[in-house]
């Protein structure tokens, strides 16, 4: 019966392997998880507590938001879909958002706030025109934004740009 060659003698396998090298870096981490202690039951429920507490602190801030405060209503609900909190806040979101798109008074020069409208309610399904980025389009085809800076156009590109490609070619057609 021939012998794997897995199997051979450790010595013969120490002689063909190269050597590790040991010069990892140190771990950002350092020591956590070799120390880490999981939290005991009253730490646990105290979490839990607060969670529930910081929840309905959230669900006020929605409730108490109006379309008067349109980017602040915007950037918040995006926020919190983002970091995918939004299915605790379903019925406040869905409630601003028929708002949003009810609402046709808000700054329509304004490219970041056009674009964080239009990639919110298209992400959230709503049948939103590609026809609100044609007051920016100059003759060329290039974008003319009344933006401040670089910084500005920048960001509100950024947010045309999160629309799903997909989306983005469909609308260009």
């Known amino acids: ?7 051979r003698s450790s010595k ?4 063909e392997l190269p050597k590790a090298s ?3 870096h140190p771990s950002l981490w350092g020591s956590f998880f070799l120390t880490y202690q999981p939290p005991t039951a009253p730490q646990r429920a105290n979490m839990k507590e607060r969670a529930e507490v910081l929840r309905e602190r959230v669900r006020k801030v929605l409730k108490g938001s109006t379309t008067d405060q349109l980017p602040e209503t915007v950037n918040l609900i995006l926020t919190l879909q983002r970091l995918g909190l939004g299915y605790y806040y379903e019925n406040e979101i869905d409630k601003l958002l028929h708002q949003i798109y009810s ?11 056009v674009s ?4 919110l309610l298209r992400k959230n399904g709503y049948d ?20 401040a800076d670089t910084r500005s156009l920048a960001k509100a590109l950024l947010s045309v740009v999160e629309r799903d490609d997909s989306q983005i070619k469909a609308d260009l057609c």
Not at 1 to 7: F, G, K, L, N, R
Not at 116 to 119: K, L
């Open 22 to 24: 040991s010069t990892f």
């Open 12 to 15: 013969a396998a120490d002689e």
């Open 1 to 7: 019966m021939a012998s794997h060659p897995a199997h």
């Open 103 to 113: 609402n046709s008074d808000y700054n329509v020069k304004d490219l970041n706030l």
């Open 116 to 119: 964080q409208r239009f990639y």
């Open 128 to 147: 939103v025109p590609s026809d609100v980025f044609l007051s920016f389009k100059t003759e060329e085809g290039g974008f003319a934004c009344a933006a």
